[in-house]
């Protein structure tokens, strides 16, 4: 095809999206106008016009931020249909003049045909057209014809098919919105019922993650009341990976969305590192639930074990013995510690109480007694220092004494696990990202303290001159925006989507199905990528979080990522470490082989940079450098000299639903071996590639470990 007739066409395409950008401005101004006029309702004078003005304001705000993300790409996809009807599609939905529709919502029945028509069942649509812009400005078309048989003869189709586009486009460190680019069964998992599990599975490279985005953003606008009053959390496995994905549901005209790693969930705490794989394998472990009961029952540490007080003729005293009989008393029927407070005071003058047998006491009545032990300093400090209010963190501190550790544990950990416990909280200052779920655990067992819940004011940092400048609801919303906000009930979401969901250990499960006991779920992974190392262990709990919801189920079949050169390699591993892996099948050849490196140990560190070097000159976007835990922060000196916005190294965790143009795997047979479940974390690592892969190794034959991993493996 000529230049000049695909000149033609994206001049013509362009001639549109001038015209919706037009529609957009307009729409801009009427919404400043809707907010200026409900300013000015609040100068009538009556409450009814300070609510009007809130009213106002608060939709003119969300109406001008959904505009202001569409900007981007805003027309994306046109159908041709039959009817000769034209249907443009994009971002969000706009009218013309006239208030006839200009562009479809992508989230509208309207739409659906765009991304279900297939050659085989075209839906009345003749051709499907992707246009590719970078900021207002049209730079490419790709079209699929879809029914020849009826198509005009002098019909234009344009390029190699959209999905082909998006796939050899450079990857930044975002990941982007292909929303243009859903294929039938993908758009099936987006469109699923919003009730109970959503279950997308499939292989590398076949877009589950932002199927999974897509269905979020698509469930607003169905029914957005619910799920944006209720609110949407997002869970992914690292921070990097949700730094990488951040902006896709922005892109899409959605924030009212939470997104979290899996050490960020529980507010107040955060989690950055993982522990050892043998650390990790005890935390995560279910065990851990009955041990961390135990300690969430225990005295707090440097608690007073004796109290005595002389009551007219009686000696009063509290022993350890009294103490513990009070405490069980206290947590009896399941109440939570700190839900027990109110009650301490009493309990202990109860036990107190029940001492005195002299007639001067008798005489002068209980009451009294309460009244002089409510007065007196000494008893109220005993009470604070025995029964202080405690938060999940402080009481998992209490499981780095050894002694303490053995007691709770019993039989249910060895002493060579409790050993690996305290060395890990003694060695790190900070929490590991297993902790965070431990800390949730506890959070959960002892309570909130039950007291008046002081609301945040978001003016209340502002100078009083700037008071009047912030003075209405969708005003305070932006301002608290900056602010970190505490959610008291955890459970209460409306939607929950769990991305790379075969990696959650079973304590990992409980935490995150606390946030959604009454949420749809949108559950996102692929067993054969699983980094957690007993996968049926994961699944009791899974199974228990979800408990009761209706499962939809969805497998995507076809590898849109890796060149089939690069995924042939990849499979390998699989099959070798995993019994009957779902692999998807890779639809491109490059032609470009992978190439596998045997370097000395004293010359791999020049080897990796030097393969890095001629990736930089070969591909035009990111390149992933993949390495071993244990030589993390050797590799990263290695590459300090290089361009660190196009390079990043990482470990196999890490690398976990990220994509690169390029991607060289350091010592593929260390990161196998260095976990129970290396080999298909090394799978993951593998399966990163769009265009170039390289390994490097000072191993010959680094993949003869996997078939001997298989046999070892915890799946089995």
């Known amino acids: 095809m000529s230049e000049h007739v695909v000149e033609r066409e994206i001049a013509h395409e362009q001639a549109f999206v001038d015209r919706v950008h037009q529609r957009l401005e307009a729409a801009a101004v009427s919404a400043h106008a809707l907010a200026a006029e409900g300013h000015g309702r609040a100068r009538l004078g009556h409450e009814g016009g300070l609510v009007e003005r809130d009213a106002m304001v608060f939709q003119a705000a969300r109406r001008i931020a959904a505009l202001d993300a569409a900007r981007e790409g805003i027309v994306f996809g046109r159908l041709d ?12 939905g706009l009218r013309d003049e006239s208030r006839e529709s ?14 279900r028509a297939t050659a085989q069942d075209p839906m009345n649509a003749l051709r499907r057209r992707v246009l590719r812009s970078v900021g207002e400005t049209v730079v490419g078309v790709e079209d699929e014809l879809l029914d020849a048989e ?41 469109r699923s019922p919003e009730r109970g599990v959503t279950a997308i599975s499939g292989g590398p490279g076949t877009g589950k993650t932002v199927v999974a985005l897509h ?58 590192e993982h522990d050892a794989p043998e650390v990790l394998a005890i935390k995560g472990s279910a065990r851990m639930r009955y041990v961390l009961a135990s300690a969430a029952r225990d005295f707090v540490p440097g608690s007073p074990d004796h109290f005595r007080v002389f009551y007219r003729d009686d000696v009063l005293t509290l022993d350890p013995h009294s103490l513990g009989r009070v405490r069980r008393q206290l947590l009896a029927n399941g109440q939570r510690r700190n839900r027990a407070l109110p009650r ?18 008798r005489a002068r009545g209980r009451d009294e007694f309460v ?10 400090d005993f009470v604070a220092r025995w029964w202080p209010p405690v938060d999940g963190a402080a009481v998992l501190s209490w499981l780095a004494d050894p002694v303490r550790l053995r007691r709770y544990a019993r039989r249910r950990l060895s002493d060579a696990e409790c050993a690996l416990l305290v060395k890990s909280w003694t060695d790190r200052p900070d929490w590991s990202v297993e902790d965070i779920p431990l800390i949730d655990e506890l959070r959960y067992l002892i309570g909130d303290v039950p007291v008046l819940q002081q609301r945040y004011d978001p003016l209340g940092d502002l100078a009083d001159d700037e008071v009047h400048e912030v003075s209405t609801v969708a ?25 790379e969901a075969q990696d959650l250990s079973p304590m990992q499960w409980r935490m995150v199905g606390r946030r959604g006991r009454y949420a749809s779920w949108t559950i996102v992974g692929d067993a054969a990528q699983s980094a957690w190392p007993a996968p049926p262990e994961a699944d009791v709990a899974r199974a228990e979080a979800l408990k009761g919801k209706p499962l939809h189920s969805f497998r995507l079949s076809v590898n849109y990522r890796n060149s089939k050169e690069i995924f042939d390699l990849a499979a390998q591993v699989a099959r070798l470490a995993v019994e009957a892996p779902d692999l998807p099948e890779a639809v491109r050849a490059t032609g470009n082989e992978p190439l596998q490196l045997v370097a000395e140990e004293d010359v791999l560190g020049r080897e990796v940079i030097s393969q890095v070097r001629m990736l930089l000159g070969v591909v035009d976007g990111t390149i992933g450098v993949v390495v071993p835990v244990a030589c993390r922060t050797e590799s990263r000196q290695w590459l300090d000299g290089l361009d660190r916005s196009r390079v ?60 001997s991993a298989r046999r070892d493996d915890g799946t089995r």
């Open 215 to 272: 269905r979020v953003a698509y469930l607003l606008y169905t029914d957005r009341r619910r799920f944006e009053s209720g609110g949407v959390l997002v869970i992914g496995p690292s921070p990097v990976f949700m730094h990488y994905i951040e902006r896709v549901l922005p892109s899409l005209g959605e924030t009212a969305v939470t997104l979290r790693s899996l050490g960020d969930v529980v507010d107040g705490v955060s989690g950055v």
């Open 648 to 707: 990043s190294v990482l470990d196999g965790l890490e690398v976990k639903g990220l994509e690169f143009d390029a991607v060289v795997v350091v010592q593929p047979g260390e990161i196998g071996t260095e976990s129970p479940a290396g080999w298909r974390t090394l799978y993951v690592a593998l399966s990163r590639a769009t265009k170039r892969l390289v390994t490097v190794s000072t191993e010959r034959d680094w993949m003869a470990g996997a078939a």
């Open 102 to 115: 200009l562009l479809v919502d992508w989230r509208a029945p309207a739409a659906a045909v765009f991304y």
């Open 150 to 190: 009826h198509a005009p003869a002098d019909m234009v189709v344009v390029g190699e098919g959209a999905l082909m586009a998006e796939i050899s486009r450079a990857r930044d460190r975002s990941m982007h919105s292909v929303v243009a680019t859903i294929a039938r069964e993908q758009d099936e998992a987006i």
């Open 344 to 361: 301490v005071q009493q309990a202990l003058i109860d036990a107190l109480w029940s001492q005195a047998r002299g007639e001067r006491a």
């Open 371 to 380: 009244n002089e032990m409510l007065g007196s300093d000494e008893f109220m």
């Open 475 to 499: 005003d305070r919303q932006l301002v608290a925006q900056a602010k970190p906000s505490q959610r008291i009930e955890d459970d209460g979401f409306a939607h929950v989507l769990v991305d």
């Open 81 to 92: 249909l039959r009817d000769t009807d034209r249907r443009y599609i994009g971002r969000i």
